[in-house]
């Protein structure tokens, strides 16, 4: 069990707000590097790093689906609500890559990736 674990999900639940403020904002960040599908890259890694972060705090099989269903569909709400904004533009590979980021994180801390913040923890412990 994780001993700050009140610490952790206050802060697992700050970046679930700055992903809903970041995805609804109407200046929303800029990229200043030359890839094509830079974009895209950013939605897979923002919501790997949602995912892993609460597979860290919620260990249970059970658990982790829900999260995993969670991201998902919060990925797919606020696609659509940035399309009905008129500032943001309505993607369906943003929403798949939003979906590759969770599934991969998902499969990732099923492994050897599960107890990272636990090795943090003890890590800071002595």
């Not at 590759?100 to 002595?126: C, D, H, M, P, Y």
Request: hydrophobic share 55%; aromatic share 20%.
């Amino acid at each position: 069990m994780l001993r700050y674990f009140k610490v952790w999900l206050s802060i697992g639940w700050l970046l679930v707000i700055i992903m809903c403020y970041v995805s609804l904002t109407s200046t929303p960040l800029e990229f200043h590097i030359e890839f094509k599908y830079i974009d895209k890259v950013g939605h897979f890694f923002a919501y790997f790093i949602l995912m892993a972060w609460f597979a860290q705090l919620y260990r249970s099989p059970r658990a982790r689906l829900f999260f995993v269903l969670f991201f998902i569909s919060m990925g797919v709400i606020l696609e659509i609500l940035q399309g009905l904004g008129g500032v943001r533009f309505f993607e369906y590979y943003d929403m798949l890559a939003n979906t590759f980021g969770v599934a991969s994180a998902w499969l990732i801390t099923k492994g050897r990736l599960n107890s990272l913040l636990l090795s943090f923890e003890t890590q800071l412990s002595s």
